[in-house]
């Protein structure tokens, strides 16, 4: 078998189209717009950095480093951008970090240290709103909230509640789109503050012109605080409800049991009206009387045959408080369990986009990572898209690796013909540009 080498042809000319998909929404000069000034003699703008950061991901990197070790060689000789150096990056996103702050919380002497970037929340929102990715549909603008752990050695990090060290992010999410993030470190877990977290969330969303209709959410959310907080900035809420001795009490009150069946098993489900924190609200001193919601719950006999202590009967619990009355009981518990595709979000940004390999030894410089890596699975949704229109064998719900396989990996270099730069591919693609 004869070889004959070629150093000027890349292996990702896919994404080229990528680029040029970018420039098309002026997502470069917005870079350069609203961050801040680069000094003169600098050699890169936002748009060339952050085009080299987003490329690891297009091309299958994993981290960083990824631009010397395995991509230099097709980005350095590219008339659409100028390659990088990972330590010019790393240095540039370091300059955007704010410092992180430090609560206390008014029960209890641990201290939780929050990193939040208003400046780059506030450029997400506007590339997304630039996109077309958030636009009125006619359709309730539904935001679900959760938080995860990314388990990292990183030398600030703290340890979790699953006894290792990491960090525990907050994440507002629409569709299927990153919407804000949170840092915080491992020791303040989902509920600690959270409505404060909420109400930073829910002020930068009107901010920029998000009207968020309906807000979604687990057991996390379930305390007096965080309701106050979102019944002020939505029409309606499902948030998964903690068992207590008061709600156990209220269930055995209910008679019109529907039976349903779930996964194949029997099951019985009801509503019933239930004010909730009462003891919480006398602690805080809150005066206002507090509001009666519904509650869906959901029972399913225990295989064990183990009593509830509360209720008498060998079932176990669940339920949904919601102030929603006009949706059957099925609907709400079908509404809410369709929240559990942000672990599939969340999955996503782990191992496609950089959230499982952080590179900064700072909460706050890990912050602006997670931002920028967050705002590069917004634009794939996007580019996967509007090219799975123009084609063939591309899906809008793949992954990124299904696209890098099918569109990126294509063999192309470019030539200069006639003081002119032409993309020649190497193969058929059927893209129209």
Not at 192 to 213: E, H, I
């Amino acid at each position: 078998m004869k070889v004959i080498n070629s150093k000027q042809i890349s292996p990702f000319g896919g994404l080229n189209f990528v680029i040029k998909a970018l420039d098309n929404l002026s997502i470069g000069s917005i870079l350069n717009n609203e961050l801040p000034d680069l000094p003169k003699q600098s050699q890169f703008g936002w748009r060339d950095i952050l085009y080299n950061f987003w490329s690891i991901y297009f091309c299958g990197g994993d981290c960083i480093e990824d631009l010397s070790d395995n991509l230099k060689h097709t980005l350095k000789d590219n008339p659409l951008l100028r390659s990088c150096s990972p330590d010019s990056l790393l240095k540039r996103m370091k300059e955007l970090s704010v410092p992180s702050k430090e609560f206390g919380t008014p029960r209890g002497n641990s201290s939780h240290q929050f990193s939040f970037n208003d400046r780059l929340n506030e450029l997400n929102i506007k590339l997304l709103n630039t996109a077309g990715l958030i636009k009125d549909s006619g359709h309730p603008v539904v935001l679900d909230y959760d938080n995860t752990l990314i388990f990292t050695e990183k030398s600030d990090a703290k340890k979790t509640y699953k006894k290792a060290f990491g960090y525990a992010p907050g994440v507002g999410i629409i569709e299927d789109k990153v919407v804000y993030v949170e840092n915080r470190n491992g020791n303040s877990d989902a509920q600690t503050l959270q409505q404060d977290t909420l109400a930073r969330m829910f002020s930068l969303l009107k901010k920029q012109g998000v009207k968020v209709d309906v807000f979604r959410a687990d057991s996390a959310s379930y305390q007096l605080s965080t309701l106050l907080e979102v019944v002020e900035n939505v029409d309606k809420f499902y948030i998964k409800a903690r068992m207590n001795a008061q709600l156990y009490n209220t269930i055995n009150t209910i008679e019109n049991w529907e039976k349903v069946e779930i996964d194949g098993e029997e099951a019985y489900r009801a509503s019933i009206e239930f004010s909730p924190f009462k003891q919480a609200a006398s602690r805080l001193k809150y005066k206002k009387p507090l509001k009666n919601y519904r509650y869906v719950v959901t029972k399913i006999k225990r295989n064990d045959g183990q009593l509830n202590l509360f209720t008498g009967e060998d079932y176990t619990y669940s339920a949904i408080i919601t102030n929603d009355k006009g949706l059957s009981n099925d609907q709400v518990v079908f509404f809410y369990n369709q929240r559990g595709k942000i672990e599939r979000e969340f999955d996503a940004l782990k191992n496609d986009f950089g959230w499982g390999n952080l590179p900064f030894s700072k909460l706050e410089q890990n912050t602006v990572f997670l931002l920028f890596s967050a705002i590069c699975k917004n634009l794939y949704a996007h580019i996967i898209k509007e090219f799975s229109k123009r084609v063939k064998g591309l899906k809008a719900n793949f992954r990124i690796k299904k696209f890098i396989f099918r569109f990126i990996c294509t063999p192309a270099k470019w030539v200069k013909n006639a003081r002119s730069w032409k993309l020649r591919i190497y193969g058929s693609l059927a893209f129209e540009t």
